[in-house]
């Protein structure tokens, strides 16, 4: 069999802590499994001192390639470095708290291999130790998102194995405002889900606030469908339908005499259609925010330095600014 080289993506924010563990951990199940790896590292503009721990790692152990960006430009942005970073035959996205485990990897790898299989998906099977609120709005973003997309992601999650082939299209995907787990099913290819058990977190707290959380459910809704434009059309012609008769109502009671003052109704239909139009304004205003961000074209991350491990052959040279 032709060897292979397995790239693993892994986003890092805020992990000084751990990340070195996590590292080694997962190192240490592939060099047992006799794997070729590559590990690309992407410090998602950490505040702690995660860039030299990853300085560290690059200098002593071989294929690493951590990227450092300029500021915190978010999960997204860093899948999407890593990714075009990356040059193995097959990407494996991961998390950096060990919250995915590493111990499945040589089972993705031969699910790959050798049943042929494109994409190989975690599904979680539990969700974690997230708190009731949050498994109930993941719930309703999921079932939202599956009516508006046609796409189920339920259970879905970063942790994924991809074959070239997949990343080559994945990379052709230019939208600016990336939505990793929707753009991955959206290309299509053989998949296999295979499900695991969220661990806990290695240390550290999840970087996930209610505010970030929300601008993700928006962004992922809007990327991947514009149905909710049309629902305006639809609630425009609701209310057309009412109109019409309650103008028939208002006319005959005016021609037989028996129309009253009316004031509630008229206030009622004043909040309610006035509701109705500032709703519809704000959803057309999410999708042209869209599309101005994209008319920016802006990058969707930026690089401030990139080193690599050195190869054996290599004396100098470490370390490279852009
Ligand atoms: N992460 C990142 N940038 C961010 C937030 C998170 O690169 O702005 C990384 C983080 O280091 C971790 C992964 O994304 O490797 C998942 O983050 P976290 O564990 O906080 O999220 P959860 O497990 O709750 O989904
Ligand atoms: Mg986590």
Redesign the pocket.
Known sequence: MRPFKISLV??????SSHIETSITTICTILQAHSLAYQFVL?D?GSRDDTWQVLQKLAQTLPGIKAIKFSR?F??EA?LCAGLEAADGDACLVM???L?HPPELIPKMVKIWREEGFDVVEGIKRNRGHESGLYKICANLFYRTFNRLSGFDLRGASDFKLMDRKVVDAWQRLQEKDTFFRGMSAWVGFTRYRLEFKVAR?AAG????SPVTLGKLFISAITAFSSLPLQIITFLGGLFFIGSLLLAAQTLYMKFYGIAYSGFTTVILLQLIIGSALMLSLGIIGTYLARIYDEVKNRPRYIISTEISSLRPDESSGLESSH
């Open positions: 892994i986003p890092v924010y805020n992990e992407i998602d915190n978010g999960k860093a998390d950096a708290d919250q977190r707290d999840g970087k996930w």
